[in-house]
T-cell receptor, first 112, second 113 residues
Framework: KQEVTQIPAALSVPEGENLVLNCSFT??????LQWFRQDPGKGLTSLLL?????REQTSGRLNASLDKSSGRSTLYIAASQPGDSATYLC???????????FGGGTRVLVKP | DTAVSQTPKYLVTQMGNDKSIKCEQN?????MYWYKQDSKKFLKIMFS???????INETVPNRFSPKSPDKAHLNLHINSLELGDSAVYFC????????????FGPGTRLTVL
C-alpha cells in the first residue's frame, strides 16, 4: 500500500528566502508524481507533474525533482513571495488502479 | 470558462437525509474522480470513472453512489447521511487515466448536523 509523507507539516520563512518542501513515498513503482497548491477554502491547483522516467520539472520559480529509487521528491520555490503562502500537496500515482495517493501537505507562510 | 465545476459549493443537511453533489468538466477529459478531504486535511480517492465506466472504488460505504450520465459529468449521491460524512468533497478530471495532470474542482463543503 502506497504511503506518502510530507515534512515539515508547516514552514514559515521571510520573503525572499528559498523554500524547500519534501515528499517521500513508500512504493517506488509509480507512474508519476504531482505537486499541488491549495489555498484556504479553495480547490487544488496543479503546479508540476513529473513522469516516472523524468528527474525534474521546472516552471518559473518552481523546480521539482524526483528520485524514484529512494522514494523522494523535493519542491524548490525560489525567492519566495507572500503570495506563495498556501498548503502544498504532493501526490503519487501508482498501483493497479492508477490511484493518486496524497501526502498530508506542508502549510507554508511567507512573511513580508 | 470554469474547467471543473461543482454544485453546490456548500451543503448543510440533517443526519439521515439523502443528498447529491454534481460535477461537470468542459475539458474533454476521459477520466473523472471524487475525493474526500477530512477535517485533518487528508485527501483520499473515493471513485474514478473512465469513459463512464467505474475504475476505482475505494473502501467507501455503499451509501455513496457515483453516477456518470456522460463523459463530462460525474455526480455523487449520498444516502442516509451520517455525521462522519462531513468533509469537503472534490471532483477532478484528467485526459487519460494514468499519465496526465489531474484538474480539481473548487470543492463542496458538506456539513451533516
Amino acid at each position: 500500500k502506497q504511503e506518502v509523507t510530507q515534512i515539515p507539516a508547516a514552514l514559515s520563512v521571510p520573503e525572499g528566502e528559498n523554500l524547500v518542501l519534501n515528499c517521500s513515498f513508500t512504493d517506488s513503482a509509480i507512474y508519476n508524481l504531482q505537486w499541488f497548491r491549495q489555498d484556504p477554502g479553495k480547490g487544488l491547483t496543479s503546479l508540476l507533474l513529473i513522469q516516472s522516467s523524468q528527474r525534474e520539472q521546472t516552471s518559473g520559480r518552481l523546480n521539482a525533482s524526483l528520485d524514484k529509487s529512494s522514494g523522494r521528491s523535493t519542491l524548490y520555490i525560489a525567492a519566495s513571495q507572500p503570495g506563495d503562502s498556501a498548503t502544498y500537496l504532493c501526490a503519487v500515482r501508482s498501483g493497479a488502479g492508477n490511484k493518486l495517493t496524497f501526502g498530508g501537505g506542508t502549510r507554508v507562510l511567507v512573511k513580508p | 470558462d470554469t474547467a471543473v465545476s461543482q454544485t453546490p459549493k456548500y451543503l448543510v443537511t440533517q443526519m439521515g437525509n439523502d443528498k447529491s453533489i454534481k460535477c461537470e468538466q468542459n475539458l474533454g477529459h476521459d477520466t473523472m474522480y471524487w475525493y474526500k478531504q477530512d477535517s485533518k486535511k487528508f485527501l483520499k480517492i473515493m471513485f474514478s470513472y473512465n469513459n463512464k465506466e467505474l475504475i476505482i472504488n475505494e473502501t467507501v460505504p455503499n451509501r455513496f453512489s457515483p453516477k456518470s450520465p456522460d463523459k463530462a459529468h460525474l455526480n455523487l449521491h449520498i444516502n442516509s447521511l451520517e455525521l462522519g460524512d462531513s468533509a469537503v468533497y472534490f471532483c477532478a478530471s484528467s485526459l487519460q487515466e494514468r499519465t496526465d495532470t489531474q484538474y480539481f474542482g473548487p470543492g463542496t463543503r458538506l456539513t451533516v448536523l
